[in-house]
């Protein structure tokens, strides 16, 4: 059963109905306000008993228990809307897998973690927590890694929207089921809302044709409707190439911060080769070579190399009948396979980008 609003009358009839069942007299304006929220109860008691119930009865008992009712309404949906868009819960083990020294990790707990969870705080210096951020870097570099290490850390579900859910109905549907998205999304609470390859979905007006442009400016159309809802959600977009973002997005008032996720110096490697490590059957490793022969490698990359290795120790020790440990020679073996993705040419790039775009 869905809600029907085309049912909701002239605000003088509404104001007159509401006064017939209940007895209680609101204004034309308040009565038609109030008889969205009636059926709104009436929608979802009748959810709950598997039969439609009336508009009287929804109405008396949403006005004994208008609180209640409410919330109950709130509670039903965000859960239903979890379901739906796929929420899961990311461990914290993802946010400390990422080294202290890699910059967005500093900046992005500073302007963003510290600001939701201190609210108290926030609220008496004046500080607006974020509601929407957009991380922006060569592909591979830890832009999702980096969102879900976010909700990870503050215990809010992660909900992933991936461009080709909005194409279920065709590209001439896109951008309705970009708004139909987004107020599922405007529902929710505590989560974190993650879009990826955003400059498919934002790509700049000049350049596009008419469905993109439309796709476009119903996005610049959702983000302020976003920032209206008294509710915590974050809204984080990731995109590989911020040059074709419509210059509108990048604009303040839409993203609270736009963050470059760039290389990772040598803490920040060793960091995620210690992670990886530890899940492998390993014997004689020298670290600090491991760290000086990833140079250029992103995390993406380092994951990649990770699974060779595995993949080639499980395959010796299958062929030998013997335990295989890994072993710096291992890595030696193997790294001449992977081509780390920051070349001179990228880094260049990026850091061009970086003195254009951020915004931190």
């Given at each position: ?342 070349t001179e040419e990228v880094v260049d790039e990026f850091e061009k980008d970086c003195s254009i775009y951020s915004r931190i």
């Amino acid at each position: 059963m869905e809600i029907n609003f085309t049912e909701i009358p002239a605000p003088e009839y509404c104001a007159s109905k509401i006064f017939e069942i209940s007895g209680a007299r609101f204004d034309p304006e308040a009565a038609a306000a109030l008889w969205e929220e009636i059926l709104r109860h009436k929608w979802l008691i009748s959810e709950k008993l598997g039969r439609d119930v009336g508009f009287r009865t929804a109405c008396i008992d949403f006005l004994e228990n208008t609180e209640e009712a409410h919330q109950e309404y709130l509670s039903y949906v965000n859960r239903n809307a979890l379901s739906e868009m796929g929420a899961r819960r990311i461990s914290r083990e993802i946010w400390d897998s990422i080294s202290d020294t890699q910059p967005p990790k500093q900046l992005v707990n500073r302007r963003i973690i510290l600001p939701l969870t201190e609210d108290s705080l926030s609220a008496k210096h004046g500080i607006i927590p974020p509601k929407a951020i957009m991380f922006f870097g060569p592909p591979g570099t830890g832009k999702t890694h980096f969102a879900k290490a976010i909700a990870g850390v503050l215990s809010w579900w992660y909900v992933e929207i991936v461009p080709s859910m909005l194409m279920t109905e065709g590209v001439e549907k896109i951008g309705a089921n970009l708004r139909r998205i987004m107020e599922k999304v405007r529902g929710l609470d505590e989560a974190v809302v993650f879009i990826d390859e955003f400059e498919e979905i934002a790509s700049s007006r000049d350049m596009g044709d008419r469905i993109d442009k439309s796709i476009t400016n119903e996005f610049l159309k959702q983000i302020p409707m976003l920032r209206n809802y008294n509710n915590k959600i974050l809204l984080v977009c990731a995109t590989n190439y911020i040059r074709q973002l419509d210059a509108a997005i990048l604009r303040p008032g839409r993203f609270d911060c736009i963050i470059p996720v760039g290389g990772l110096d040598e803490e920040g490697r060793q960091t995620i080769l210690l992670h990886f490590l530890s899940r492998l059957n390993v014997g004689q490793v020298e670290l600090e070579r491991l760290v000086e022969m990833t140079s250029g490698f992103t995390p993406a990359d380092l994951e990649y190399l990770f699974q060779q290795v595995a993949q080639f120790a499980f395959e010796q020790e299958l062929a030998r009948k013997e335990d295989y440990q890994v072993t710096t020679e291992t890595f030696q073996h193997i790294m001449p396979k992977i081509r780390p993705s920051l070349t001179e040419e990228v880094v260049d790039e990026f850091e061009k980008d970086c003195s254009i775009y951020s915004r931190i």
